[in-house]
């Protein structure tokens, strides 16, 4: 597990993780066009938040952010999901 404890850590982990997967096609991260960030605590949004602000600069996609009960490992906070172009 990443940076247990840490939502703006694990946030930008997986924004790192969905741009090594598209990079495979091709792909960069300009061409995100949506992302779905499952939280398990939406209090913490503004960590979630900031962690995506920075990576994505002045290229926002639509976002949606939703609290969930829990993911597939206890330690996770956040799970991205994201939609992009080719």
Do not use: N
């Not at 946030?11 to 398990?40: D, H, K, N, P, Y």
């Not at 209090?43 to 290229?59: D, K, L, M, N, Q």
């Amino acid at each position: 597990m990443h940076a247990p404890g840490d939502a703006y850590a694990q946030a930008r982990r997986c924004l790192e993780l969905i741009e090594q997967a598209i990079a495979a096609f091709g792909v960069g991260r300009a061409r995100v066009v949506r992302t779905r960030m499952f939280v398990t605590d939406i209090s913490r949004w503004a960590e979630y938040g900031r962690a995506h602000a920075e990576f994505f600069g002045e290229h926002r996609p639509a976002t949606t952010m939703v609290e969930v009960k829990g993911l597939i490992d206890p330690a996770m906070l956040i799970e991205i999901e994201a939609d992009a172009v080719c």
